[in-house]
């Protein structure tokens, strides 16, 4: 495998999925027994990227539905989530012809729908009934940025800034006033991006033949030395983390500013996720999906076989579903049958394919989805009450439940 092709999945791995039809966490149980009041259940709407999908994570990992099982108790209601969240959305995308690919697996990542037709799609699911959602947890950006920008150590960063400004402040901000429009009584939580490199990332053999594997395109990059590529992706990823911070709060605010000059009370709440340079990505307390072969006794060789086989059995990301992405990435990026492909789209498609199965790469793990799960219930709080969200029910624990 030459490194041309090793680059191109690695450049977009932290960005995954599609999701084409509605994607609910029925197969997941909520833990403790524990029976909600009868009644009229909240409604919990999610949408955006891949973090929000919870990539690499088991239903009952992700974040969302940990959130959902936790206001279901506070509430003493039964919590309805429905998710069209999925990963490599764009906040807008207008593709000049229908998509080539398609899939209803939430782990296999392509472009299409984006989030404002994620919400389209919302808006029609619910119908009259938009009015009835209580709750809609939302992301997006990284993927209009591109994380491409990000691992590319000749991004100008002064361009890197303006993007980010682009697609975090302005776009986001554009995409909640639509969200507040379709969902008059909804609350929206908009949560943090994290840093994806950082001074604590693993400075080894392994990580830096990966880093220059995804840069061994570019004749300025060949030109530095490891220390100034390592120095330039921390570098990159530290603006990225700080100025998409700062962009998406101001988004937020300038929403809740517009709707106090309306009389309207705020709705939109902004996030902050403590995700610190130690937990990025290969980091020795890193709160991401990485390497399966990723620990630091691997011996030099070890490492350098895996990078030259990437793409084979001897490479696998470390979540818990990978086994079952890999078998919907193959059945989406199967060879057609009855229509001859031309170079570029065999290409395409071959690519898609590697993105596909290592998706996970750089997400949240169950530590990082835990630590997700905890900022938002912490400012869900005090939304629970000022809403009216609780059950004056007492509430029921089934036998066996704690």
């Not at 693993?202 to 530095?224: C, G, H, T, V, Y």
């Not at 969200?389 to 036998?399: F, N, R, V």
Request: contains cysteine; glycine residues 6%.
């Amino acid at each position: 495998m030459t490194r041309t092709r090793i680059t191109k999945p690695l450049l977009i791995a932290f960005s995954a999925c599609l999701l084409l039809g509605i994607a609910t966490s029925a197969r997941a149980e909520c833990p403790g027994g524990f029976k909600p009041a009868a009644g009229e259940p909240l409604e919990m709407l999610v949408l955006g990227d891949s973090i929000m999908w919870g990539q690499g994570l088991k239903p009952e990992q992700k974040f969302s539905w940990r959130i959902k099982c936790w206001l279901q108790e506070k509430t003493n209601r039964e919590v309805r989530q429905t998710v069209f969240a999925h990963s490599g959305a764009l906040i807008v995308a207008s593709p000049a012809t229908p998509p080539r690919f398609k899939s209803n697996d939430g782990e296999v990542n392509l472009p299409y729908p984006s989030i404002n037709e994620e919400l389209d799609h919302a808006r029609d699911f619910y119908g009259p009934a938009v009015a009835k959602v209580n709750l809609i947890l939302l992301d997006g950006c990284i993927n209009d940025v591109d994380v491409s920008n990000l691992l590319n150590v000749t991004t100008d960063p002064n361009w890197l800034r303006e993007r980010i400004n682009t697609s975090c402040k302005v776009g986001v901000h554009d995409l909640l006033k639509r969200v507040i429009e379709t969902f008059p009584n909804a609350h929206v939580i908009v949560p943090s991006y994290y840093r994806i490199v950082s001074s604590s990332t693993a400075d080894n053999a392994f990580i830096r033949l990966l880093a220059k594997s995804l840069n061994n395109q570019r004749p300025e990059a060949r030109r530095m030395t490891d220390k100034e590529m390592r120095d330039h992706l921390i570098n990159l990823s530290e603006l990225w983390y700080r100025v998409s911070t700062a962009d998406l709060r101001e988004a937020v605010n300038t929403i809740n500013s517009e709707l106090a000059a309306k009389n309207l009370p705020a709705k939109v709440s902004f996030v902050e996720i403590d995700f610190w340079p130690e937990h990025s990505f290969s980091a020795a307390e890193t709160l991401l999906w990485n390497f399966i072969f990723g620990s630091t006794n691997l011996s030099g060789l070890r490492k350098f076989i895996v990078i030259l086989s990437f793409g084979t059995a001897a490479y696998k990301p470390n979540d818990e579903v990978r086994e079952s992405r890999v078998r919907s990435c193959k059945e989406v990026f199967k060879e057609p049958k009855g229509k001859k492909e031309t170079d570029a789209e065999k290409r395409e498609r071959k690519d898609r394919l590697l993105i596909c199965r290592y998706a996970s790469l750089g997400h949240p793990n169950q530590m990082g989805a835990l630590v997700y799960t905890e900022a938002i219930k912490g400012h869900l709080q005090w939304i629970i009450d000022k809403a009216g969200w609780k059950s004056e029910t007492k509430p029921e624990t089934l036998p066996g439940g704690e």
